[in-house]
């Protein structure tokens, strides 16, 4: 298992000296009357003996190999914009941050294994990052073992806000109900109610799918079949021999990462995009980045594009390229503003809160109010105490035919307000542990 600290990761003229971490050092009791969890570092007591505050360490707990590798980059740049912005003013708290790096390999069982060793022996304060679903629910057992807040920044099954939810879990990205929610009535209404479900066989697939098949079955639409595709998929040959027969109206993808990018150029060279309506619940924008236009075809869902209309939008692109010039993705996208607004929103809350204890930061995380320009969209956004779900503006959006420029791929067909494509069922289904079950930690 690899471990990264992730200032390598910036070009050379912007990256600063790593602090060294040998120990973290002893407190006092915890807040709220709850013993604090502090690690296994009593034996040390260097950093208490130092003028020099100790840093605050960040594990991120992105893929960087597997079907999200892509799309883990994308969010661990976000994230590294964000702490960078903050050590630039002197770091959070008198301390400097940070970033640790572990791949888990968009597999649960290695996402498990991160997060202990994050906790017990990198001495990790929080937990960022996250694409697969799986991984996602993985990492937050362990992290509320131990009592370590988690922003789950980029995985969107509706589990991850209902039943897999965590008092030090808090879920970043649109789910597959609010996307559905935003986008199929109006395909029905365009193009049909005959509709093929092509779904990932994992739990995001089978939740996103599931939340589309109820809003098409609660307009008076049919699901003629469903089809399950295994993970890491590349042949699609079958499945698309089968909609060839099936001849649906609609076909409604949940279908991510390195397998999204095989399906569309494959439905492209059969031309079945010419054939029937193609909707994609949620498009991240590293899955299609290069594609080339034929096989961007559609609509599908988005939480932010580069190109929008707001102030502050033509600066934040300008940072991202100032910090990473020579990417490969020339203009951040979805991913990567989620990576970004996450991590920046916890920084503010230890600043606001003056402390890194956990039970603190989740008081002044749950039903956080963040205005619209702050975040770059329409709308203003809120997370919702009862599931910890970030309330934010969903975007419909196809295939640009007009392009100000090459990377202006997307053309944005409508903002949708949070409010009308709320998972009603989320808070239903989470069960939040109290305070008091959840360990008091601090780094």
């Known amino acids: 298992m690899s471990e990264s600290r992730d200032d390598k990761d910036l070009p050379q003229g912007t990256r600063r000296k790593l602090l060294k971490a040998s120990a973290l050092t002893l407190a006092g009791a915890g807040l709220y009357g709850v013993a604090p969890f502090y690690g296994p570092w009593k034996h040390n007591r260097a950093w208490a003996q130092s003028a020099q505050k100790k840093p605050l360490v960040i594990g991120l707990t992105m893929d960087t ?13 976000g994230a590294m914009m964000a702490i960078r912005e903050f050590n630039a003013k002197g770091g959070v708290l008198g301390r400097q941050i940070e970033a640790i790096h572990m791949d888990t390999e968009t597999t649960p069982a290695t996402g498990t294994r991160i997060a202990e060793r994050m906790i017990t022996r990198n001495e990790a304060a929080f937990l960022i990052g996250a694409v697969h679903s799986g991984v996602a629910n993985a990492i937050s057992q362990v992290a509320q073992k131990y009592g370590c807040v988690y922003l ?5 099954s509706p589990t991850e806000a209902g039943k897999d939810c965590h008092r030090v879990k808090f879920v970043w990205d649109g789910n597959g109900s609010n996307f559905s929610h935003a986008i199929v009535k109006n395909a029905m209404a365009v193009s049909g109610k005959n509709w093929v479900l092509l ?3 994992y739990v995001w697939g089978h939740n996103t799918a599931k939340a589309t098949r109820s809003i098409i079955e609660g307009n008076g639409g049919k699901v003629v079949e469903e089809l399950l595709v295994p993970q890491n998929t590349r042949d699609f040959s079958s499945y698309l021999l089968k909609l ?8 409604a993808t949940a279908v991510g990462g390195d397998d999204i990018k095989a399906l569309r150029q494959q439905v492209v060279q059969l031309g079945l995009q010419k054939n029937m309506a193609w909707i994609n619940n949620q498009q991240d924008w590293p899955d299609v980045y290069g594609l080339g236009p034929d096989a961007i075809f559609g609509v599908f869902g988005t939480t932010w594009y580069y ?12 940072s991202y390229q100032k910090l990473f010039p020579g990417m490969a993705i020339r203009v951040p996208g979805n991913v990567f503003h989620n990576g970004y607004m996450a991590t920046r929103e916890l920084l503010r809350c230890v600043e606001e809160a003056g402390t890194t204890n956990n039970l603190a930061i989740i008081k002044k995380l749950e039903g956080r109010k963040m205005s619209a320009r702050d975040r770059l969209q329409h709308h203003d956004a809120w997370i919702d105490p009862a599931s910890h779900q970030c309330q934010q503006t969903i975007y419909m959006a196809s295939y640009n035919d007009s392009p100000a420029e090459k990377d202006d791929i997307f053309k944005i067909l409508a903002s949708v307000e949070p409010k009308d494509v709320v998972d009603g069922d989320a808070p239903k289904n989470c069960k939040l542990e109290s305070y008091e079950a959840t360990p008091s930690y601090q780094t």
């Open 65 to 77: 190999s597997g079907q999200y590798a892509a799309s883990g980059a994308d969010e661990r740049l």
């Open 152 to 156: 789950n920044t980029n995985s969107s």
């Open 307 to 318: 190109r929008l209309d707001l102030p502050g939008v033509k600066e934040f692109v300008a």
């Open 199 to 201: 779904t990932n066989d």
């Open 244 to 251: 060839q027969q099936l001849k649906p109206n609609v076909v």
